[in-house]
């Protein structure tokens, strides 16, 4: 069992940068993958970059090169470095525990809003 709470959100200007990170309560943290997901208002919810518990990572297209996924299992908390953001990338932003980076795991955190805009 794990709890997963995210925070970081916010609004960002075009072009910049913001760190969202997601706090792992419970135990076995680092047997997770842990995931990002994201929905943006009126459509489905999409990865957007995952680790494994070995640590590799992968990343949505959309967002390869911008954003960086990290992990620090000594504070159980699994980061997003969103950076050269662009007004696409408005959503809310959740994590997830348990799964793949295309098929996430049935934790889940409450989710973070992102608003880029000017």
């Known amino acids: 069992q794990v709890q997963l709470v995210e925070s970081g959100g916010g609004l960002v200007q075009p072009g910049g940068s913001l760190r969202l990170s997601c706090a792992a309560s419970?135990?076995?943290?680092?047997?997770?993958?842990i995931g990002w997901y994201r929905r943006a208002p009126g459509k489905q919810r999409e990865p957007v970059a995952h680790?494994?518990?070995?640590?590799?990572?992968k990343y949505a297209d959309s967002v390869t090169g911008r954003f960086t996924i990290s992990r620090d299992l000594a504070k159980k908390t699994v980061y997003l470095q969103m950076n050269s953001v662009v007004p696409e990338d408005t959503a809310v932003y959740y994590c997830?525990?348990?799964?793949?980076?295309?098929?996430?795991?049935?934790?889940w955190g409450q989710g973070t809003q992102v608003t880029v805009s000017s």
């Open positions: 997830s525990a348990g799964g793949t980076f295309s098929n996430p795991g049935n934790y």
């Open positions: 419970g135990s076995n943290f680092a047997f997770y993958g």
């Open positions: 680790i494994t518990n070995a640590g590799s990572t």
